[in-house]
């Protein structure tokens, strides 16, 4: 089993609305747990509870549509996910996630509260796209491992991935950010495991944030994060395009946009992030 | 009072977290209530939920990021608002809110739910943003009242609007669509009422649908959407800018951009929306 289906696997809870699982200290950034993963995780167990539906089991097996609020910072232990199905339609099948952690007095805390909806995105035919990115062949571009020693210490997440960064968008990381708000470059997971529907969640959340592009090197906490997933990712790699166009009174978005290995757009995103001051001596 | 602000009034529930309202056929487009109406609706209750809780009161008051999903569509008649406040925390407080109508059988159907956060957008400094638009004053583009009879006749929504189209992105209503996936115009409500954060999630979703541009007139139900507010808006005109990349599989995503009369950024969105056949012989 790799390392991420580990990481997004669930036991049966308490009842048909709950699953459990244990979020990993491998996956932490910063001091939190990716919410990427959470959001992966969510939508395992909502994918989950519809699939419990003998009527919905092999019909809206993609998510396509995930609206996620992020209110604690998710920890390593425990969680437990409560689900809804709010309504089975003719093409989506809708429902509510919530994952919440036990406080050190025992009570739960709700983590992060989404939204989403399943489809089928078999067979899905591309009529309009956005043209993927032009970008140096992995191989040329900037291994996370080039990132700042101080970064990277509180980035154990990274080391799940294979990311390289298209180096015009890199500078940030030799203190040289180009101020323009992007950044793109090549994702895979370090353990080989190919890209589906799910992990494209996990994928829209995995770059080092766009503000540090800016020069904003503080914490940008995602407040809300909603993604679009639009076809089955190809295996291979995946290209991730981040940019940003907004920011003021402390909020900024972060879009991403990606595409898989036949240049075909799998997903999008838009964030809603905090920009927290950088650390002090930093 | 405006039209608008009757629109959305709300009485007092059978509890601290309800609220009914009535919807009009004066704001229906096509065969729904329009979901922008829909979503300022809910967003009023959920803001006088967290109002009613003193330490909130004056603090939390502008909605600043609204992800909603459509599930059926609303009718004209009454609805009830289920509001849940789920964490006030420093800069945000986050709810849920659920719009229900009684179906003919007096069983609640929901309508929409959505997650909503509200802050405090007073004095918001902006640092970068997205640059307005350039279109034709008001007064040289085209309004709505010359829209295809047709269309018209279904769309009694917009005669609450004083919805003014720049004519390069208007062509679709004489059958000439650029093809490029854009709509433009300026906006303001018929009635005078000027706007504030929570009309702004009204005019995000207010113009014709980004469709039309791409020579595509069927229905293009709202699946999901979510808007940031990052502004108060100035009195005065809105300049309002559509957009979309990526279509296929019967969805596409709608972007909307919403600048005030001091051309600030006050509020951008994005949906999914479902691409139905146009009808036969329309």
Same mark, same amino acid.
């Given at each position: 089993? @790799?390392?991420?289906? &580990?990481?997004?696997?669930?036991?049966?809870?308490? %009842? !048909? +609305? *709950?699953?459990?699982?244990? /979020?990993? =200290?491998?996956?932490?950034?910063?001091?939190?747990?990716?919410?990427?993963?959470?959001?992966?995780?969510?939508?395992?167990?909502?994918?989950?509870?519809?699939?419990?539906?003998?009527?919905?089991?092999?019909?809206?097996?993609?998510?396509?549509?995930?609206?996620?609020?992020?209110?604690?910072?998710?920890?390593?232990?425990?969680?437990?996910?409560?689900?809804?199905?709010?309504?089975?339609?003719?093409?989506?099948?809708?429902?509510?996630?919530?994952?919440?952690?036990?406080?050190?007095?025992?009570?739960?805390?709700?983590?992060?509260?989404?939204?989403?909806?399943?489809?089928?995105?078999?067979?899905?035919?591309?009529?309009?796209? @956005?043209?993927?990115? &032009?970008?140096?062949?992995?191989?040329?571009?900037? %291994? !996370? +491992? *080039?990132?700042?020693?101080? /970064?990277? =210490?509180?980035?154990?997440?990274?080391?799940?991935?294979?990311?390289?960064?298209?180096?015009?968008?890199?500078?940030?990381?030799?203190?040289?950010?180009?101020?323009?708000?992007?950044?793109?470059?090549?994702?895979?997971?370090?353990?080989?495991?190919?890209?589906?529907?799910?992990?494209?969640?996990?994928?829209?959340?995995?770059?080092?944030?766009?503000?540090?592009?800016?020069?904003?090197?503080?914490?940008?906490?995602?407040?809300?994060?909603?993604?679009?997933?639009?076809?089955?990712?190809?295996?291979?790699?995946?290209?991730?395009?981040?940019?940003?166009?907004?920011?003021?009174?402390?909020?900024?978005?972060?879009?991403?946009?990606?595409?898989?290995?036949?240049?075909?757009?799998?997903?999008?995103?838009?964030?809603?992030?905090?920009?927290?001051?950088?650390?002090?001596?930093?």
């Amino acid at each position: 089993m @790799s390392e991420y289906d &580990d990481a997004i696997r669930l036991a049966p809870g308490s %009842g !048909a +609305d *709950q699953r459990t699982g244990t /979020f990993h =200290a491998d996956w932490m950034i910063g001091n939190a747990v990716n919410g990427g993963l959470v959001m992966a995780a969510a939508l395992t167990a909502l994918g989950e509870h519809l699939a419990a539906d003998p009527a919905e089991a092999t019909r809206h097996v993609d998510p396509v549509v995930l609206s996620a609020y992020f209110m604690t910072a998710s920890q390593p232990g425990p969680f437990t996910a409560t689900t809804e199905v709010m309504r089975c339609g003719r093409a989506l099948s809708t429902g509510q996630v919530s994952i919440a952690q036990p406080s050190a007095e025992g009570e739960a805390v709700e983590r992060m509260r989404a939204i989403a909806s399943f489809g089928n995105l078999d067979d899905v035919e591309v009529q309009r796209q @956005s043209d993927p990115p &032009d970008m140096p062949p992995p191989e040329q571009c900037v %291994g !996370a +491992d *080039q990132a700042p020693p101080d /970064f990277l =210490a509180h980035a154990r997440f990274l080391e799940r991935l294979d990311l390289r960064l298209d180096p015009a968008t890199a500078g940030w990381a030799m203190g040289r950010p180009s101020m323009q708000g992007v950044m793109r470059g090549w994702l895979r997971l370090r353990d080989g495991r190919e890209p589906d529907t799910t992990l494209l969640l996990l994928a829209l959340d995995a770059l080092p944030p766009v503000a540090f592009d800016l020069g904003l090197f503080g914490w940008t906490p995602t407040l809300e994060f909603t993604g679009h997933v639009r076809r089955r990712p190809a295996p291979g790699w995946l290209r991730v395009a981040l940019s940003s166009e907004n920011l003021g009174g402390g909020m900024m978005e972060e879009d991403a946009r990606i595409w898989d290995s036949t240049g075909a757009l799998v997903a999008q995103s838009r964030q809603l992030c905090g920009v927290r001051p950088a650390p002090a001596g930093g």
